[in-house]
């Protein structure tokens, strides 16, 4: 959508989104106090150290790290950008948004793109309700059978992946969205009809095992279906088709999209998206019931491309939750050409990863090995598979028929593909590999690297993306080392808000030692004065926008879990941080001149001087310390008193 949104609508959407009923939608929240807590779902744990905040709309991992406010948890789960996050957050709270620089004409065209969405998502969503009735009845019957005795699919999968049925029939969906007031023209254009030659619908999709396509934000936007009639001039798999959608295109990131596109759709993506974040990689299969299978026997991070081959946009879509990939394709001669032609694709994208070969086990494909050798069989073979570089390499030398001019253009076809990997170090490994494995003189070695021409992989759908320009950066362990001190005063500032301007005023951020904290508060501050307002809702905005660091983490940290010291204590409460950081910084300077002087470095006499003086400021805060609630005298400790007081001016 064009224009900008505004940040007071920003503000406002964050506001009005239920936090904990937003995070509870994927994790399990238990209260804790005043806050909610439960699994981390960023990583695997045992033991809830995953902490969300309801009033400040933030959430915190005291395990790994990841952190951030509602938008941030949106974007991170559903794989979206700020905008669309913002969007869907928008949706959930029924907030309309207004965007800047849009002309009357634009904003109501908008609206009436996202009205005609909204209408064919609910259409669909009303068509997967009747696929799962359908299932139970007795037209079902065989369709149940298949999957569970044939396929071997539990009822928790089968919910998981709200697996249906179409009947043996002409026009039961058809009659059945007539029922529900949907117009036959949607049900045609999101492909759930067609066109009779004589005039009305019939139902496309006929005496088949059903499965919901969800694009990687959750929303339902088409069907695929598995044939049960064995008919040998039926398709053993159809999936919504995307002409009948080609006029419903709406603006994005700049690009015209259509509601569904198969290059651009990754089945199982919306259940496997847990999975894929906690194991940190993806396991890229070919069909949907391998991805099924594979789910019900602990491998949740399954995946399958849609259409026929793996393309750039899809890998676009993985990569925003991993940088892993372990590509598991059918254990046949096709299998094998897929793998080769995903290779190169995943390396372009700067995607590192695994190849998992079938036929090592004599399986045709990922549901067979499951179903017949087990879950442990799968894992054995992904522990022992191959990385993608030395899969490649391994293959195309497999190929290689001997002669010299042979041996030259596999060297030439391997050197297309390694010209395409982003990183260097990588390109040079696995030119050396290619090197010893061929036996191939270095010189000449370096001439095929310098003439190689990187190898073009077009996307199917004849668009540009570019999987590089879509970064996940998996959460770090927890590396909180600020001092206990400075982590306190942190709390304070971030709970209440007028404190950042005093402590700037008073000097009292001189006094924290951790840089990165003392520049983040100031940047703080200096918004907060920028704005000439300022609350611990507005502090929650300008911190997401601040760099990723241990200060912006602690910062977080201090917002999740409500303040331990109560509004009215905080004057005293500042003090007593202040002064024991004013202390501690103090002692330092003490150690470092009376080692200058022991060295008989620099002017003794002067050093001498100014250590006495140390310790005369020293003794004066010690003695504070033992009779708190005292102001600070200017003249005994420094230049410029701190003076914090409980009648500091508010800014609101």
Same mark, same amino acid.
């Given at each position: 959508?064009?224009?900008?949104?505004?940040?007071?609508?920003?503000?406002?959407?964050?506001?009005?989104?239920?936090?904990?009923?937003? %995070?509870?939608?994927?994790?399990?929240?238990?209260?804790?106090?005043?806050?909610?807590?439960?699994?981390?779902?960023? +990583?695997?744990?045992?033991?809830?150290?995953?902490? %969300?905040?309801?009033?400040?709309?933030?959430?915190?991992?005291?395990?790994?790290?990841?952190?951030?406010?509602?938008?941030?948890?949106?974007?991170?789960?559903? $794989?979206?950008?700020?905008?669309?996050?913002?969007?869907?957050?928008?949706?959930?709270?029924?907030?309309?948004?207004?965007?800047?620089?849009?002309?009357?004409?634009?904003?109501?065209?908008?609206?009436?793109?996202?009205?005609?969405?909204?209408?064919?998502?609910?259409?669909?969503?009303?068509?997967?309700?009747?696929?799962?009735?359908?299932?139970?009845?007795?037209?079902?019957?065989?369709?149940?059978?298949?999957?569970?005795?044939?396929?071997?699919?539990?009822?928790?999968?089968?919910?998981?992946?709200?697996?249906?049925?179409?009947?043996?029939?002409?026009?039961?969906?058809?009659?059945?969205?007539?029922?529900?007031?949907?117009?036959?023209?949607?049900?045609?254009? %999101?492909?759930?009809?067609?066109?009779?030659?004589?005039?009305?619908?019939?139902?496309?999709?006929?005496?088949?095992?059903?499965?919901?396509?969800?694009?990687?934000?959750?929303?339902?936007?088409?069907?695929?279906?598995?044939?049960?009639?064995?008919?040998?001039?039926?398709?053993?798999?159809?999936?919504?088709?995307?002409?009948?959608?080609?006029?419903?295109?709406?603006?994005?990131?700049?690009?015209?999209?259509?509601?569904?596109?198969?290059?651009?759709?990754?089945?199982?993506?919306?259940?496997?998206?847990?999975?894929?974040?906690?194991?940190?990689?993806?396991?890229?299969?070919?069909?949907?019931?391998?991805?099924?299978?594979? +789910?019900?026997?602990?491998?949740?991070?399954?995946?399958?491309?849609?259409?026929?081959?793996?393309?750039?946009?899809?890998?676009?879509? #993985?990569?925003?939750?991993?940088?892993?990939?372990?590509?598991?394709?059918?254990?046949?001669?096709?299998?094998?050409?897929?793998?080769?032609?995903?290779?190169?694709?995943?390396?372009?994208?700067? #995607?590192? =990863?695994?190849?998992?070969?079938?036929?090592?086990?004599?399986?045709?494909?990922?549901?067979?090995?499951?179903?017949?050798?087990?879950?442990?069989?799968?894992?054995?073979?992904?522990? $022992?598979?191959?990385?993608?570089?030395?899969?490649?390499?391994?293959?195309?030398? =497999?190929?290689?028929?001997?002669?010299?001019?042979?041996?030259?253009? %596999?060297?030439?076809?391997?050197?297309?593909?390694?010209?395409?990997?982003?990183?260097?170090?990588?390109?040079?490994?696995?030119?050396?590999?290619?090197?010893?494995?061929?036996?191939?003189?270095?010189?000449?070695?370096?001439?095929?690297?310098?003439?190689?021409?990187?190898?073009?992989?077009?996307?199917?759908?004849?668009?540009?993306?570019?999987?590089?320009?879509?970064?996940?950066?998996?959460?770090?362990?927890?590396?909180?080392?600020?001092?206990?001190?400075?982590?306190?005063?942190?709390?304070?500032?971030?709970?209440?808000?007028?404190?950042?301007?005093?402590?700037?005023?008073?000097? =009292?951020?001189?006094?924290?030692?951790?840089?990165?904290?003392?520049?983040?508060?100031?940047? #703080?501050?200096?918004?907060?004065?920028?704005?000439?307002?300022?609350?611990?809702?507005?502090?929650?905005?300008? #911190?997401?926008?601040?760099?990723?660091?241990?200060?912006?983490?602690?910062?977080?940290?201090?917002?999740?879990?409500?303040? +331990?010291?109560?509004?009215?204590?905080?004057?005293?409460?500042?003090?007593?941080?202040?002064?024991?950081?004013?202390?501690?910084?103090?002692?330092?300077?003490?150690?470092?001149?009376?080692?200058?002087?022991?060295?008989?470095?620099?002017?003794?006499?002067?050093?001498?001087?100014?250590?006495?003086?140390?310790?005369?400021?020293?003794?004066?805060?010690?003695?504070?310390?033992?009779?708190?609630?005292?102001?600070?005298?200017?003249?005994?400790?420094?230049?410029?008193?701190?003076?914090?007081?409980?009648?500091?001016?508010?800014?609101?």
């Amino acid at each position: 959508m064009a224009g900008r949104i505004a940040d007071r609508v920003v503000r406002e959407i964050v506001d009005r989104s239920d936090m904990v009923a937003v %995070v509870g939608d994927v994790v399990k929240l238990t209260r804790a106090g005043k806050e909610w807590r439960g699994l981390c779902p960023f +990583h695997g744990e045992k033991t809830a150290s995953f902490y %969300v905040n309801g009033h400040t709309k933030v959430y915190m991992c005291h395990g790994c790290s990841a952190g951030g406010d509602v938008v941030q948890f949106v974007r991170e789960m559903r $794989g979206l950008t700020f905008v669309e996050a913002v969007e869907w957050l928008a949706e959930r709270a029924g907030i309309r948004i207004e965007r800047e620089d849009v002309d009357p004409q634009t904003l109501q065209r908008q609206q009436q793109e996202r009205s005609q969405r909204a209408r064919l998502l609910e259409l669909n969503g009303a068509a997967l309700r009747w696929f799962r009735a359908t299932l139970q009845r007795p037209a079902g019957q065989k369709a149940l059978r298949y999957a569970t005795e044939k396929r071997g699919l539990g009822v928790e999968a089968m919910e998981r992946f709200g697996i249906g049925c179409a009947p043996d029939a002409w026009d039961g969906l058809c009659a059945f969205l007539a029922s529900q007031g949907f117009a036959a023209e949607d049900v045609a254009r %999101v492909g759930l009809a067609a066109q009779r030659p004589g005039g009305g619908l019939y139902d496309r999709f006929r005496d088949r095992l059903m499965f919901p396509i969800y694009s990687t934000a959750g929303d339902l936007v088409a069907f695929g279906g598995r044939d049960l009639s064995d008919r040998p001039d039926a398709a053993k798999y159809i999936n919504s088709p995307e002409s009948e959608l080609s006029t419903l295109e709406v603006e994005h990131n700049n690009r015209l999209w259509t509601f569904f596109k198969k290059s651009h759709v990754v089945f199982g993506l919306w259940q496997a998206r847990g999975g894929i974040r906690r194991l940190r990689c993806a396991l890229v299969v070919e069909g949907n019931l391998d991805v099924i299978t594979l +789910h019900q026997a602990g491998f949740d991070n399954a995946v399958a491309p849609m259409g026929t081959a793996m393309t750039q946009a899809q890998l676009a879509e #993985l990569r925003r939750f991993t940088e892993r990939v372990i590509l598991c394709m059918d254990g046949d001669k096709a299998g094998r050409a897929a793998t080769m032609k995903a290779i190169p694709l995943a390396l372009a994208a700067g #995607l590192d =990863g695994k190849v998992v070969w079938l036929e090592r086990c004599g399986a045709k494909d990922p549901d067979e090995l499951v179903r017949t050798q087990g879950a442990a069989a799968m894992q054995s073979l992904i522990d $022992g598979a191959d990385d993608l570089v030395t899969a490649f390499v391994d293959t195309a030398i =497999g190929e290689w028929d001997g002669t010299i001019a042979g041996r030259v253009e %596999v060297g030439r076809r391997v050197e297309s593909v390694l010209a395409t990997i982003p990183n260097p170090l990588t390109r040079e490994l696995a030119r050396q590999q290619l090197q010893s494995r061929l036996q191939i003189p270095l010189e000449v070695q370096r001439e095929l690297a310098r003439t190689a021409q990187p190898l073009v992989v077009d996307d199917e759908s004849g668009q540009s993306a570019d999987p590089r320009g879509l970064t996940w950066s998996a959460p770090r362990p927890a590396d909180l080392k600020l001092p206990r001190k400075e982590l306190d005063l942190a709390e304070a500032a971030m709970w209440y808000p007028a404190l950042l301007l005093e402590l700037v005023r008073s000097g =009292g951020l001189d006094y924290v030692s951790h840089e990165g904290l003392r520049v983040a508060l100031a940047e #703080l501050c200096a918004r907060a004065e920028a704005a000439g307002a300022a609350d611990t809702h507005m502090l929650r905005g300008w #911190l997401m926008a601040l760099p990723e660091t241990e200060a912006r983490r602690a910062l977080l940290g201090a917002l999740v879990q409500t303040p +331990h010291v109560e509004e009215a204590s905080l004057p005293l409460h500042v003090e007593t941080v202040l002064d024991g950081l004013e202390l501690d910084g103090l002692l330092r300077s003490q150690a470092d001149l009376r080692a200058r002087v022991r060295a008989g470095v620099g002017s003794l006499e002067e050093d001498a001087r100014t250590v006495f003086d140390i310790s005369n400021r020293i003794e004066a805060l010690r003695r504070r310390r033992q009779s708190p609630g005292q102001p600070h005298s200017a003249e005994s400790l420094r230049p410029v008193g701190r003076g914090i007081t409980s009648d500091s001016q508010e800014i609101h």
